[in-house]
């Protein structure tokens, strides 16, 4: 039997409000099957409309820390400004690679730096707002922040644009659409041959 050629990794990151989430959906929908999203665990609290299990893994602050513990993340970190801890499942990835999927995380800088000290082979992906005005707009656009919510958004966003140059590619999210064509370039140009993996799941 000829194994698979191994997936692998993409981290996608970018500043909460940039619109990161749409963009890696879409991105997703055109790859088909060849790529998938690696569920995240997080302590923090779901969100009205998300589901355990497809959002995230919503773990108490105990469960966490034993799984951390047991070695079952592949990174995890107190993600900057949030005061919560998230991170990659060994689960999420592991099996996925060595079938031949691709596997997109989306994770902040600092999970980043700690996958590619692992995978140094990883495609990474940096999504940057046209401006740190225009993305002060958008996060005040939607309207349900208080000043202080925004301002720490801000604080955040900051911290992640200053370490952009680190990834090897930057796409700017001007239109979605754009956005998605560029990813998806990228990740062809890096090898992902859609249809060679999708036969072969
Ligand atoms: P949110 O709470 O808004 O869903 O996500 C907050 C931040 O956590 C985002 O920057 C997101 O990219 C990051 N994040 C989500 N999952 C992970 C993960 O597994 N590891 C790390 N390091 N960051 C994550």
Same mark, same amino acid.
């Given at each position: 039997?000829?194994?698979?050629?191994?997936?692998?990794?993409v981290?996608?990151?970018?500043p909460?409000?940039?619109?990161?989430?749409?963009?890696? /959906?879409q991105v997703?929908? /055109?790859?088909?099957?060849?790529i /998938?999203?690696?569920?995240?665990?997080?302590?923090?609290?779901?969100r009205?409309?998300? @589901?355990?299990g497809?959002?995230?893994?919503?773990?108490?602050?105990?469960?966490? @820390?034993?799984?951390?513990?047991?070695g079952?993340?592949?990174?995890?970190?107190?993600?900057?400004g949030?005061?919560?801890?998230y991170?990659?499942?060994?689960?999420?990835v592991r099996?996925s690679?060595?079938?031949?999927?691709?596997?997109?995380?989306?994770i902040d800088?600092?999970?980043?730096?700690?996958?590619? /000290?692992?995978?140094p082979?990883?495609?990474?992906?940096?999504?940057?707002?046209? %401006?740190?005005?225009?993305?002060?707009r958008?996060?005040?656009?939607?309207g349900?922040?208080?000043?202080?919510?925004?301002q720490?958004?801000?604080a955040?966003a900051?911290h992640?644009?200053?370490?952009?140059?680190?990834?090897? @590619?930057?796409v700017?999210?001007i239109?979605?659409?754009?956005?998605?064509?560029?990813?998806?370039?990228?990740?062809h %140009? @890096?090898?992902?041959?859609?249809?060679?993996?999708?036969?072969?799941c």
């Amino acid at each position: 039997m000829i194994a698979a050629k191994p997936g692998k990794l993409v981290v996608i990151s970018g500043p909460s409000g940039v619109g990161k989430s749409t963009v890696v /959906r879409q991105v997703l929908e /055109r790859l088909g099957p060849a790529i /998938r999203l690696s569920v995240s665990a997080t302590t923090r609290p779901p969100r009205p409309g998300e @589901h355990d299990g497809v959002d995230y893994y919503f773990l108490t602050d105990a469960e966490f @820390h034993r799984r951390r513990q047991a070695g079952e993340f592949l990174e995890c970190i107190e993600v900057f400004g949030r005061g919560h801890w998230y991170g990659t499942l060994w689960s999420e990835v592991r099996s996925s690679l060595s079938q031949g999927k691709w596997v997109i995380l989306e994770i902040d800088v600092d999970g980043a730096g700690e996958v590619l /000290r692992q995978f140094p082979e990883a495609v990474t992906v940096f999504i940057r707002p046209d %401006s740190v005005e225009e993305l002060e707009r958008r996060l005040r656009s939607r309207g349900t922040e208080s000043e202080e919510a925004v301002q720490r958004r801000l604080a955040v966003a900051r911290h992640e644009l200053l370490q952009a140059d680190r990834y090897e @590619h930057q796409v700017e999210n001007i239109t979605v659409e754009q956005a998605v064509d560029e990813i998806c370039e990228i990740l062809h %140009s @890096h090898g992902l041959d859609a249809e060679g993996h999708a036969a072969a799941c």
